[in-house]
């Protein structure tokens, strides 16, 4: 099943890209629109974007999906957990719990 996320710009309300993600392989694809104004992005998608490349896949997907939830070896990870629900650790459910939100910017996703 493809679980599908458009990620938002908190500071203009509009769509900078597409998140999937394959609950059957496990693997996230970020789907950037080339229309939409590079510094108005989150940085990973902003450097790729100005590279020309709009599909991030693999690692790439990885890391952005990665620099927005709480790492696994943070101090009271299982406290966390606890709170959101998780039975374990897994970027997914935490993605969801928090929106993708992050203290560096104003870009979160929605389930589409």
Not at 31 to 44: L, T, V
């Amino acid at each position: 099943m493809l679980k599908t996320y458009t990620i938002v710009s908190g500071d203009t309300q509009t769509s900078c890209g597409i998140l999937l993600y394959d609950t059957e392989k496990d693997t996230y694809t970020v789907q950037i629109d080339p229309e939409h104004d590079s510094s108005d992005m989150p940085a990973i998608m902003a450097v790729c974007a100005e590279r020309d490349k709009y599909t991030l896949s693999g690692k790439e997907a990885l890391r952005l999906v990665r620099s927005r939830v709480i790492p696994p070896d943070r101090q009271n990870i299982d406290q966390i957990l606890e709170k959101i629900g998780a039975a374990y650790y897994s970027e997914l459910a935490i993605l969801e719990y928090t929106g993708g939100r992050c203290c560096r910017d104003n870009f979160y996703i929605e389930r589409v």
